[in-house]
């Protein structure tokens, strides 16, 4: 059990942080559309303050869609950063139109805002918010000197413009529906050549010399949804007090 652990422990974590992350980020983003709503109680207004407070992050998905799609040879069309508001009444930051290619090129294109976003994360995560020691006093299990350089954190240079700036892009890394449109087929062709590839008596080839390389790429991934938990963890307590703040203080509730 331990060696498969180690051999698949990026996958696990992976699996184990994805799912908090993004329960965490969708309770963050009520509570700043909640307040801004509690605070201008006008929708138009609020909903113009949560997109300029993302921009960043908005800018950097979409300029990486626009941007692999031109390199990729995909034909674009209309570029907008400018907030719309959808039919459900969902909230569109920005869009890029590129035209339809094949499954692989269009998978690409569709995932290119978790690439650029996740290299953005662990940059500003390791090398700007000082996050790199803390691994280490985890796996010494220094609780104590943890919290000690957690609490040294926010004096670093700069820190709050960094933290910011890693908020505003991991909110907005993951694709969306539209995103992941050519996913499915891609993934399904993978699956297929796999099965083919142990059927043929290529799996202890394809562990030995395979699986180390798309493990290690599964723990990068595991680490920026590590740090853009923690991020978002870090912001969701005091929103949600100062949401619940002003609620009582206007007589008003979000629902």
């Given amino acids: 059990m331990e060696s498969l652990f ?3 422990d990026g996958l696990i974590w992976l699996l184990a942080l994805l799912v908090p992350m993004i329960f965490i980020q969708r309770r963050v983003h009520f509570e700043i559309q909640a307040f801004f709503l509690l605070l201008t109680r006008r929708i138009e207004i609020s909903l113009g303050l949560f997109s300029l407070l993302f921009f ?6 979409e300029t990486s ?4 799609a031109r390199l990729l040879g995909v034909r674009t069309g209309r570029f907008s950063l400018i907030p719309q508001v959808m039919s459900g009444g969902k909230l569109q930051l920005g869009f890029v ?3 339809s290619a094949d499954p692989l090129r269009d998978a690409l294109i569709g995932a290119a805002p978790l690439l650029s ?7 500003l995560g ?3 918010l000082g996050l790199l020691p803390m691994a280490a006093y985890v796996n010494a299990q220094d609780w104590g000197g943890l919290f000690g350089a957690l609490g040294a954190l926010p004096r670093l240079p700069d820190f709050w413009l960094w933290f910011y700036l890693a908020f505003a892009i991991s909110s907005t890394m993951l694709p969306s529906p539209s995103d992941r449109r050519a996913w499915l087929p891609v993934v399904i062709v993978a699956a297929l050549l796999v099965v083919v590839a142990l059927v043929a008596g290529a799996g ?7 699986a180390p390389w798309v493990n290690r790429g599964l723990r990068v991934l ?4 590590g740090i853009s938990l923690v991020i978002h963890l870090v912001l969701w307590l005091p929103l949600f007090l100062l949401r619940l703040l002003l609620s009582r203080i206007t007589g008003l509730k979000v629902q």
């Fill in 6 to 8: 180690n051999r698949w």
């Fill in 56 to 61: 960043p992050g908005v800018f950097l998905h």
């Fill in 65 to 68: 869609h626009f941007l692999l």
């Fill in 97 to 99: 139109e590129t035209a």
């Fill in 117 to 123: 976003g996740g290299v953005a994360i662990v940059l």
């Fill in 126 to 128: 390791l090398y700007r």
């Fill in 204 to 210: 202890p080839w394809m562990m030995e010399n395979m």
């Fill in 222 to 225: 595991a680490a920026v949804f």
